[in-house]
């Protein structure tokens, strides 16, 4: 039998530790804000020196960017399994938001970050997530506009009603609390009932 030699791979340490500092980001970004957080800050949260740090990622803001990324494609994933649920727009709608309102509510550590910090990007990566929000905001409003065009929706904006929409969800996340009253599901069922209202169905 042959013997394997040499170091193991270290790839799956360094995964752990990249998102253990992402974990550690989200939750002091989310206690602190961006500008109230200091790498140390993280890297103690992380079990890590401050110096780790930088060996996993290159800044704060390098954090803030793929804890964004990550949410924004996240979310526009779901808008487009919940649309690709079915051809009726009354039932697309009523997916989206089930879905979009829910996912703010059962993340809302991470959706208050990455819906209420994007004022500290850099450029460069604010305009990758311009991109994605552009993205989730176009697919609402041709949903919108696919309703009003079927007749089963009457809005005389479908834009700012697809805005409408969108801000209700997240907006979810700044008040939503573990503890509170109302479970997530019980939340996006009541804003299923609001979103039919508001397109006028």
């Known amino acids: 039998m042959s013997q394997i030699t040499g170091r193991p791979d270290d790839g799956g340490a360094r995964t752990d530790a990249r998102d253990r500092l992402l974990g550690a980001a989200v939750e002091a970004f989310a206690a602190r804000g961006f500008h109230g957080t200091t790498t140390r800050d993280i890297a103690a949260a992380a079990g890590m020196s401050?110096?780790?740090l930088y060996v996993h990622h290159r800044s704060k803001e390098d954090l803030l960017f793929l804890i964004s990324r990550s949410g924004h494609e996240a979310t526009l994933q779901l808008v487009l399994d919940a649309l690709a649920s079915s051809e009726d727009?009354?039932?697309q709608l009523v997916a989206v938001v089930r879905a979009f309102t829910a996912h703010h509510a059962r993340g809302h550590t991470r959706a208050r970050i990455v819906n209420y910090e994007l004022s500290a990007l850099s450029v460069e990566h604010l305009g990758e997530i311009a991109t994605l929000r552009r993205a989730i905001e176009r697919h609402v409003r041709e949903l919108v506009e696919s309703g009003v065009a079927a007749?089963?929706?009457r809005t005389p904006d479908p834009r700012m009603t697809a805005l409408a929409l969108?801000?209700?969800?997240?907006?979810?996340a700044r008040w939503y609390?573990?503890?509170g009253e109302w479970t997530p599901e019980?939340?996006?069922e009541h804003y299923c009932g609001l979103a039919l209202r508001m397109v006028g169905r």
């Open 50 to 52: 401050p110096a780790a």
């Open 89 to 91: 727009p009354v039932e």
């Open 151 to 153: 007749g089963v929706f």
């Open 166 to 172: 969108l801000s209700l969800g997240v907006d979810v």
């Open 177 to 179: 609390r573990d503890e």
């Open 186 to 188: 019980e939340i996006a």
